[in-house]
Each structure stands twice: as C-alpha cells, then as structure tokens.
C-alpha cells in the first residue's frame, strides 16, 4: 500500500472516531508553505486527534492544489479569487467537524497545540478560541522578526477572556458560526479585521472567546518595511479603529489596544513633538531627555523581551520602530474619528412631513 492509500483508509478510520474537529486552510499561491504547514496536521488526523484538514484553493496558479492532494488534505475549490474569508466560508459548509479549525496557509502549529485548544472548549458558552504565534519566526529580517515577536508578546500576555478573535490559528464552533453568517465578506473584501469583527458578533451574541497562550504556531510570513506598513496601516489600524468607533462601545481594554498601550502611545507622540522642537532649537538637550527617559521607562517590559530575543542592537531598533507604530496607530484612529465627524456632519438631515 503506498503513502497516500494509507493516509486515504487512515482518514476514513479516523471518521469514525474523530475529536470532531475540521482544520480549514485557505490557500492562495501557498506552494511554499504548504509542505510546511499541513504535515503537523495530517499527522493529526492521522493520530485520530482532528477529523480532517481541508485546503480549500482561492485561485491559485501555482501547485498548491496538486501539493495539498499528494499530502492527504482534503481540496476544495473556491470557483476563484474570493478571499480568505469567503474561502473560510465556502469550507465550513461542508466540515464534518462541529469544531472548525481555522489555520493559515503560512501557519505551522505545534504538535501539542489540539490538545491544548481542544480543552479550550470546556463550557457551551466558549464559542471560539484562538492562540498565538511564537516566539521564534524562520525569517531573520529585522521586519519579520519584530512584526512576529510583537504578535507574539502582546497575545502572551493579553487577558484569558478575549475580547476579539484570530483566524490564524483560531478555532470556533461551527454551530455558533454558522448562525453568526461567518466572516462579513461584504465589507472585508480583502484580507484585513473579518476575524476581529466575527469575534465581535460571536460576543455581542453572548459566547465567550477564550485566548490559549498553549496553543501556539510558527508564522512563515516575511515581512518587509512596505508591506508591513501598508497592512498595519489599512488591513489593520484603520479598519479596527471603524469597527470600534461604530460599535459605540469605547476601545477594549486588552491587547494593543488596551489602557496601557494608549499611554504608550501619547507618550510616543509627545517623544516626537520634543524631537521636532529640539531640531528647531525650541528646547534644549536637557529636556528632550525627559520624554526619551519617559519613553524608555513606560516600555521597558517589551524592550527587555526585544532583548532576549534578539540581541541589544535588534532591541534599540525594535525600541524605536515600536514608537513609530504607536504613531501611525494613533493617526490612524484619529483620521477615524475625524472621517466619522465630518460624515455625520455632511450626512443629509431627514426633512420631517
């Protein structure tokens, strides 16, 4: 019996007794990833641990449908390019799991990472669970290694009951998601907020999500300096910033945008002020010291992560660029707020009969 035959009547044994979970995996030109990131989870199924690992194909023109047959997953096709999202979607119809695991094409999870997500569900009222990149992303570029630490750091030490949701490496009832009408495709019609905002609704609709600082994966994804900025910018911090303006309900205090991260970043913007005027000869050295002193002492806990991780000179440059992101996340929800006052003020006024 060659591989694929015994992957094919492992599979089918493993119907028959599954932990009831469906991994969906969308994939757009993910041939260089997927050999990656499905062996974890083939190995799963066939542990018998998950009920089957679905790709479904969102249009890919390279052999990421070819590869994925060969590894033993289950290949859907998505009809052509509709998005993450919409794939998700597509996909959950059709799970035999009533547990729907969502992982990314660039995600590799760790082998212990079912049980600990399994367990997550332990009441009806948890309804999706998610976890968290690790500490210790493939790619060495300064980008990468900053953008996948700081996921990282904020998700290990965010609160337990979540206030939002990961499609990365998250989970979700399929019941619960179903009823919720999945990922809004219609708004997010490219990869950007669709699982904070699915979160969102799961919660208003009264389920719990819990975030697993146990269930971790490695993230493949390199980033360079123009795709960061154009994702954190307009997939990610403007997006966000009208779902929590919209829902009226103040910003959530927990991850990178709790209390402490909005000092933060006041304390980020009044370190660029100094700098501007110091330039311009309007203070003094001794006084832009205040400011960088402040700075130093209000993210030293992030700082010295930076430095086991990657060195001194890895963590003054993380330092540093993590100031320029507090600016550019604070612009962006001020734009928001703007954009909301003038459309509220230039909204035509219903004329009364």
Request: glycine letters at 8%; proline letters at 4%.
């Amino acid at each position: 019996m060659n591989n694929v035959d015994e992957k094919d009547s492992a599979i089918a044994q493993v119907e028959k007794t599954s932990s009831g979970i469906s991994v969906i995996m969308p994939v757009y030109n993910g041939a260089a990833f997927i050999p990656l990131s499905l062996p974890p989870l083939i190995a799963m199924v066939l542990r018998g641990e998950i009920l089957e690992v679905i790709v479904i194909d969102d249009g890919s023109t390279d052999d990421s449908k070819q590869i994925s047959q060969q590894m033993g997953a289950k290949v859907l096709s998505s009809g052509g390019r509709i998005g993450p999202g919409g794939a998700r979607n597509l996909a959950a119809e059709t799970a035999l799991g009533d547990i729907l695991w969502f992982v990314d094409a660039d995600v590799v999870v760790h082998a212990d990472a079912v049980q600990s997500l399994s367990s997550g569900f332990d009441g009806q009222e948890v309804v999706a669970v998610f976890g968290s990149y690790d500490s210790h992303p493939p790619a060495t570029n300064f980008f990468s290694q900053y953008k996948n630490l700081v996921h990282h750091y904020y998700h290990q030490r965010a609160n337990e009951e979540a206030q939002t949701f990961w499609s990365g490496c998250g989970a979700v009832r399929r019941a619960a998601f179903l009823f919720s009408g999945g990922f809004d495709v219609e708004r997010y019609k490219f990869p950007s907020i669709e699982d904070i905002e699915l979160g969102h609704r799961l919660i208003k609709a009264g389920g719990r999500v819990r975030l697993l600082r146990d269930v971790q994966c490695t993230h493949l994804k390199v980033w360079r300096f123009g795709n960061l900025i154009h994702t954190e910018i307009f997939r990610r911090a403007i997006p966000w910033s009208r779902l929590i303006v919209s829902s009226g309900e103040g910003i959530p205090n927990d991850l990178n945008v709790g209390m402490p991260e909005q000092v933060r970043a006041v304390v980020a913007g009044v370190l660029l002020l100094s700098i501007i005027f110091f330039l311009a000869g309007l203070i003094r050295l001794p006084l832009l010291l205040v400011p960088v002193l402040l700075m130093l002492i209000a993210n030293r806990e992030i700082a010295l992560f930076f430095k086991r991780r990657g060195g001194l000179a890895f963590a003054c440059g993380a330092l540093l660029f993590h100031q320029v992101y507090y600016l550019y996340s604070a612009a962006a929800f001020a734009w928001v707020m703007v954009e909301q006052t003038l459309f509220k003020y230039f909204q035509p006024k219903s004329s009364s009969t």
